[in-house]
C-alpha cells in the first residue's frame, strides 16, 4: 500500500502548472495518504546559465523563501490530516560542485527532505538539458556520437552526483535514475545499461542512499515505464536499498498512487514525514 508520496512539484515551478499546494494536499487525502514531500526544483546554481530552451528549470532564487513560507503555511493548516514535508530536488550539475554546495549550505536549515537528480549533462564546455524533449537528446546524441553515447553520460553523472561531497546538506535520495529512458521508444539505445545501473545501486547502497521510485515515465508517450523500471527497483529493493514512491507530479492530478501497478514492491516514508 502506498501512503506516501515524497516528490511532489508546486505551482513555483516554471514548467509546472499553477495548481494550489492545496488541491495536491486534497488529492493526497483523497487518495488516502498519510504524508507528500513537496520537493520543488531547487534555484540553479549560483553562475550556471539554465540551458533549456525556454530558460524553466527551475524556481528563482528571489522565489525560494516565499516558497517556503507557503509549504509552512499549509503544513500548519493540513497538520491534522497530512504529514507534509518541505523539500526541494536539487540539480547535480558536474563542474558546479562548489556553488551547489554553497547553495545546500543557505537552503537546507529550512528543508525536512530533499532529493538529488540529474538533468543537465556536461559535454565539453556545454550543458545539455537531456530530458528537454527528444529533439534536444537527438541533437546531443549527435553530438556525442550514439543514443548509446547519452545514455552513457547520463548514468555516468548519476555515479557522480552520489559520490561528490555536497556538504552536510547533500540529499540522501536519488531522483528519477533511469531518467535516460525518457524518450526511448523514439530514441532507443542499442544495448542495456545494466552494468552501469548496478553501480549506481551499489553506490547508493555503500553510501546509504534511498532512491525514488518515480512513476512520472509512467506518462511519458514515449517512455511507459517507470524510473527506474520495476526490475531495477525489485533489484534495489533486495539490495536493502529503501524505495520512496515519487509521482513527481506538476499537476494535481498526476498524483497517481494505483498499488496495483507495483506489486512485490514495498516503499519508505520520506525521512521527513515517518509515521
Do not use: W
Request: with cysteine; aromatic share 10%; glycine share 6%.
Amino acid at each position: 500500500m502506498i501512503l506516501y508520496d515524497g516528490h511532489v512539484h508546486t505551482p513555483f515551478c516554471p514548467h509546472g502548472t499553477k495548481d494550489t499546494l492545496a488541491s495536491y494536499c486534497e488529492q493526497a487525502i483523497k487518495a488516502g495518504l498519510k504524508g507528500i514531500s513537496f520537493t520543488e526544483h531547487a534555484p540553479l546554481p549560483e553562475g550556471f546559465t539554465d540551458t533549456a530552451p525556454k530558460q524553466d528549470s527551475a524556481m528563482s532564487k528571489q522565489d525560494f523563501y516565499s516558497y517556503i513560507e507557503e509549504v509552512q503555511a499549509v503544513r500548519s493548516i493540513y497538520q491534522d490530516h497530512l504529514a507534509i514535508g518541505i523539500g526541494l530536488e536539487v540539480d547535480y550539475i558536474e563542474g558546479f560542485e562548489e556553488q551547489t554546495a554553497l547553495l545546500l549550505n543557505e537552503v537546507g536549515p529550512f528543508l525536512t527532505d530533499s532529493i538529488l537528480s540529474v538533468h543537465f549533462l556536461k559535454h565539453g564546455d556545454t550543458y545539455t538539458c537531456m530530458d528537454y524533449s527528444p529533439d534536444v537528446l537527438i541533437s546531443l546524441a549527435s553530438s556525442l556520437g550514439s543514443i548509446d553515447a547519452v545514455h552513457t553520460l547520463y548514468y555516468q553523472t548519476v555515479l557522480k552526483s552520489i559520490q561528490e561531497d555536497l556538504g552536510p546538506y547533500k540529499p540522501r535520495r536519488i531522483g528519477h535514475m533511469t531518467l535516460a529512458n525518457k524518450f526511448q521508444i523514439k530514441a532507443p539505445p542499442s544495448r542495456s545499461f545494466i552494468r552501469e545501473q548496478d553501480a549506481i545501486l551499489s553506490a547508493l547502497l555503500s553510501g546509504r542512499y534511498s532512491l525514488d521510485f518515480n512513476v512520472a515515465g509512467l506518462r511519458k508517450p514515449l517512455c511507459k515505464e517507470t524510473y527506474p523500471p520495476l526490475t531495477v527497483a525489485k533489484q534495489a529493493a533486495s539490495m536493502g536499498i529503501p524505495l520512496v514512491f515519487g509521482s513527481d507530479a506538476h499537476q494535481y492530478k498526476e498524483m497517481d498512487h494505483s498499488p496495483d501497478d507495483y506489486q512485490g514492491l514495498s516503499f519508505t516514508a520520506p525521512i521527513s514525514i515517518s509515521e
